[in-house]
């Protein structure tokens, strides 16, 4: 069955520091991933996503991701965190590439120390 | 561009009643998949809807059910509800076609509350 753990529940780092969150899947074919970041009651913004090609993604505010098929991973980096990052993220995994169902892991709570 | 529309943002309900929340697609997208965020964790896939037609759905009762408009726009209606349905609720919208590389884009959500 497909599943996504996100191995940390809550991190915090300092403003500035760099950032690393982790995401394991599995999945029997070639997955199709993302990343969304979500704020207090709001609903879910893209930040990446990866389909094929180039193992690093590129995403929006500053983030990028590395696909690594032999470790079932796909962690999330942004190398100076903003107080403005402080929010939840989720690792999803989609069943079918084009708009299919997504699978979501528990989600990192990120709090950024100033 | 509106993105994708849910109304209403927030809803309180008793137990045992129904309720109907409502999405409107992003311009262009012609599938809306709905999800179940309850507090603390990921969203948990309830279905999804093509060409007005239930398309896929995951491990949610049959009291979970839903409607896909011509205009593409989308109802989930919940029946019988239970404190345990208390929960955000998202709507995200896509575009279903041959060989392109979609992504699904989330709605602001609708927070249900069941007393």
């Known amino acids: 069955a497909q599943s996504v753990t996100q191995p940390d529940i809550h991190i915090t780092v300092s403003e500035g520091a760099s950032l690393e969150l982790r995401c394991n899947y599995s999945?029997?074919?070639?997955?199709?991933l993302f990343w969304y970041v979500q704020s207090p009651g709001q609903g879910l913004q893209l930040l990446l996503k990866?389909?094929?090609?180039?193992?690093l993604v590129q995403g929006i505010k500053g983030f990028e991701a590395e696909f690594k098929r032999s470790q079932s991973s796909f962690n999330l980096r942004k190398p100076s965190v903003h107080w403005s990052d402080a929010a939840e993220y989720f690792c999803?995994?989609?069943?079918?590439?084009?708009?299919?169902?997504?699978?979501f892991g528990q989600g990192t709570e990120l709090s950024v120390k100033p | 561009d509106a993105g994708v529309t849910q109304s209403p943002t927030h809803l309180i309900k008793t137990r045992g009643q129904q309720v109907t929340l409502r999405c409107s697609p992003k311009?262009?997208?012609?599938?809306v998949s709905w999800y179940q965020q309850a507090l603390g964790q990921g969203p948990q896939f309830i279905f999804q809807?093509?060409?007005?037609?239930?398309?896929q759905r995951g491990n949610f009762p049959d009291r979970f059910s839903g409607h896909q408009f011509p205009n593409y726009s989308s109802e989930l209606n919940v029946n019988a509800l239970l404190l345990g349905d208390s929960a955000l609720y998202l709507c995200?919208?896509?575009?279903?076609?041959?060989?392109?590389?979609?992504?699904?884009?989330f709605g602001q959500g609708t927070r249900l509350t069941v007393v």
């Open positions: 995200a919208s896509s575009q279903t076609g041959t060989g392109m590389n979609t992504e699904a884009f």
């Open positions: 999945y029997g074919a070639t997955p199709y």
């Open positions: 990866y389909f094929s090609g180039d193992t």
């Open positions: 999803a995994v989609a069943s079918l590439g084009q708009g299919g169902k997504l699978i």
């Open positions: 311009s262009g997208h012609d599938t």
């Open positions: 809807y093509y060409e007005e037609e239930e398309r």
